[in-house]
């Protein structure tokens, strides 16, 4: 074998190499089109990486995730098995719903784009608040001016019955803490002004 030979040859491999699919790795975000439905489950053509499933389980936790959803329609889902005992692709489309705001959540970050949160509770250190899905907190200290609870002597219980006030509000802040091992979202409104 010349060397011209040898070198197409190399040319070859590499590009069939490039051709073949490689198995999703578990926690990889993957796309596929819906193939069928059921309440049991759900079939999804993820093109030459094979064939995934979600199962009825999640789908009964999470019907908000596939109102509106038919045939045809291409989902994200996360990778949970690259192949269970049927020779699916186990899936989820909940995990893969937490992922895309984790991701979202830390561009937000890195851009300094202020998002709009919504407080469902309060507790003496802070306000509880909801950001695409995610559970986060905002301190009391990183409340604006106008928002900062201004009370004599520092009483506890004033300064919670003054946050409880912000329940069920929306909130303009900025993210400026997140670890999405330990799931924590920290955000600032003080960061806005």
Known sequence: MNKNQSQNMKD?????????PHLPQIGELVEGQIMEMSKNSLILDLGP?????????????NKGLLKGLKIGDTV?????????EDGYIELSLKEANLEKSWQAAKEKKQTQKVVVVKVVEANRGGLVITFNGLVGFLPVSQLSDKNYPQVEGGDKDKILS???KFINQELKVRIIGLDQNKKQLIVSEKAVE
Do not use: C, W
């Open 12 to 20: 070859l491999l590499t590009a069939k190499q490039n051709e073949i």
């Open 76 to 84: 994200s889902a996360l990778v949970l098995d690259s192949e269970n």
């Open 162 to 164: 003054h946050l409880n």
């Open 49 to 61: 990486l094979g064939t995934g499933i979600v199962y009825g389980g999640e789908l009964k936790e």
